[in-house]
């Protein structure tokens, strides 16, 4: 028997036979970056809610990475403009803006991620040190130091692994990937693939065992897929057929691997196993323009993409294939989706 209780309006827990308490989170809010206000929020059930009301105070300008804190209780983006970095408590809509870190870049944060602990927010940057990684506690504690070898070129997108052992950078030059431990702060960091992505990193994503690292990347074949144990494994396969264009982003299921990449399709699936399966089929109904973020909800009944067309997010059920599209957002993004999130 199993006895069910409510934690919150997005969370259940389940008390199983040895008393052991779990808890699954259900789908609850859907957030896309890009222009003015910057970063918009839905409610997320089976489609699109309308849409909250904007930050009090908005992000700086243009943004192009957006996250959730693992336990939904906060919402980072990463900007263009100055101030740079921007977080809001978040509990069905925004809280007042926490004040920013005493430490701020200096130039273009273009993704942002927690760690699964919620102890850390990291950020990648245009210029040095092209990583900031702050403590977090309900707002932004002191940045940690740098990693000891200095990073000379953008860092494109970043991902804490599952355990929160380890923290992969996609990096906007030769090796295209960096990885190092995580234990409050940088390690030293893992030895280079030995077979590198082709050019520029522009996501990096773990699989939701940790186990598989993938890194969508600017040339041909536009993803590269490594096992993960403390380390680069040997990469996988390419898939068969190819992602169209540059891989912008990618998102995982417990057996899916999605890639959003530039021109048509815009969005490309293929199941996982160890390796690449036959890619899905197209949605009948792509999304409008390059596809340049991509997010599964936690219980995997549905995937949203940000792209560089209006609608600017497009979302479909998701059963091993993509369903009939969702109806767009009564109120639309109004710029460019730059990357999307679903709330844990």
């Known amino acids: 028997m199993t006895t069910v209780g409510r934690w919150s309006p997005n969370k259940v827990r389940a008390r199983v036979l040895d008393g052991t308490w779990v808890s699954t989170e259900v789908p609850s809010d859907v957030a896309v970056s890009g222009g003015s206000p910057y970063v ?27 996250a959730f804190s693992t336990n939904s209780d906060a919402i980072a983006v990463g900007s263009d403009t100055s101030q740079y970095v921007t977080a809001y408590p978040w509990s069905a809509g925004f809280g007042t803006k926490y004040a920013d870190p005493g430490t701020l870049p ?14 850390e927010v990291a950020f990648g940057i245009d210029a040095s040190p092209m990583i900031m990684v702050y403590a977090w506690s309900a707002g932004f504690g002191s940045k940690f130091a740098d990693p000891a070898v200095a990073l ?3 860092v494109n997108d970043l991902d804490f692994s599952p355990s929160g052992n380890d923290i992969v950078l996609a990096y906007g030059g030769i090796p295209s990937v960096l990885a190092y431990p995580w234990s409050a702060g940088f390690g030293t960091k893992y030895a280079d693939p030995a077979s590198l992505p082709s050019n520029d990193g522009n996501g990096v994503k773990f699989s939701r065992s940790g186990t598989d690292v ?3 990347h600017t040339n041909t074949p ?5 096992p993960w144990s403390a380390g680069f494994g040997t990469k996988y396969v390419q898939p068969a057929t190819l992602p169209t264009d540059t891989g912008r982003h990618a998102a995982w299921t417990n057996s899916d691997l999605a890639i959003a990449h530039s021109a048509s399709p815009n969005i490309s699936v293929y199941p996982w196993s160890a390796g690449f399966g036959t890619k899905y089929t197209n949605p009948a109904t792509l999304p ?9 909800t936690s219980d995997e009944t ?11 997010i497009t979302a479909y059920p998701w059963s ?23 709330t844990p």
Request: glycine share 10%; charged share 10%.
């Open 40 to 66: 918009v929020v839905y409610p997320w059930s089976a489609g699109f809610g309308a849409k909250y009301a904007d930050p009090a105070t908005l992000p700086p300008g243009v943004s192009r990475g957006v």
């Open 106 to 119: 200096t130039a273009r944060a273009r993704a942002v991620t927690f760690s699964p602990s919620d102890s």
């Open 152 to 154: 000379t070129v953008r």
């Open 214 to 216: 993938a890194i969508p």
């Open 222 to 226: 536009y993803i590269a897929v490594y």
């Open 288 to 296: 409008a323009g390059n596809g340049l973020g991509v997010d599964f």
């Open 302 to 312: 549905a995937i949203v993409v940000a792209h560089a067309i209006t609608p600017f």
């Open 320 to 342: 091993a294939g993509f369903g009939t599209k969702y109806a767009d957002p009564a109120t639309l993004p109004t710029f460019v989706g730059y990357a999307t999130d679903f």
